[in-house]
Each structure stands twice: as C-alpha cells, then as structure tokens.
Nanobody, 126 residues
Framework: QVQLVESGGGLVQAGGSLRLSCAAS????????MGWFRQAPGKERDIVAA????????YYAHSVKGRFTISRDNAKNTVYLQMNSLKPEDTAEYYC???????????????????WGKGTLVTVSS
C-alpha cells in the first residue's frame, strides 16, 4: 500500500507563490506517473498537472500553464508543484495522485486513480 502526504498549502495573496510537496511512502512508485488535482468548494476535482516517472514532458491544465511547474525527485519519492502568480480562482484543496497509467493521471477528474493523498488547502486572497 502507498501513502501520499501533501504539504505546503496555506494562505497567500494574489500574485504570490506557494510550493506544494507530496511525499510517498509504503513502497516504491517505480514507473508510476504522479499528478496534482484540485477541488474548489462545490466543484469537481480537476486535473492540474502531471509528470511521468522519468520526468518527461509534463502535462498542465490550460488554466495553470505558464504559472505552475510540476517536478519530482524519485530518490526522495516526492513530487512538487511550484505555483506562481496565484489567482483567487486557484483557491482549492490540492490533492496528490499516483497511477501507472498516463491516461488516468491526466484524465479530467482522476477517475480510477490508484492512489490519492488527503489534500492540502490553498487559499488565495484578492
């Protein structure tokens, strides 16, 4: 079994930055792609960004492209999400996810995902 634990959320003003981390434990995530999803109040959980095991060309949702950067450190079993130029509409619970299937890790809402973290809250004030 794998546990994913997110950290780094908090309150930030519009235009500011935050860096989220997701640490995996339990067993190696060899060949697993990892991603970040977010869920705003009253809305579905949506894909934000994803990255393959090898760290190849990442995937970004249109709404965050150019502002967010996903990366991973396999030696530390950790994936990161650097969020710059934050906007109030980025306010949401952010979830880390892991799955070996690229189609699942980049799906709009993450249906069928192997592993989810419990989330970390990001609040962007205007």
């Amino acid at each position: 079994q794998v546990q994913l634990v997110e950290s780094g959320g908090g309150l930030v003003q519009a235009g500011g930055s935050l860096r989220l981390s997701c640490a995996a434990s339990g067993r190696t995530l060899s060949n697993y792609a990892m991603g970040w999803f977010r869920q705003a109040p009253g809305k579905e959980r949506d894909i934000v960004a994803a990255i393959t095991w090898s760290g190849g060309i990442p995937y970004y949702a249109h709404s965050v492209k150019g502002r967010f950067t996903i990366s991973r450190d396999n030696a530390k079993n950790t994936v990161y999400l650097q969020m710059n130029s934050l906007k109030p509409e980025d306010t949401a619970e952010y979830y880390c996810a892991a799955d070996p299937n690229w189609a699942i890790i980049t799906s709009p809402h993450g249906g069928g995902m192997d592993y989810w973290g419990k989330g970390t809250l990001v609040t962007v004030s205007s």
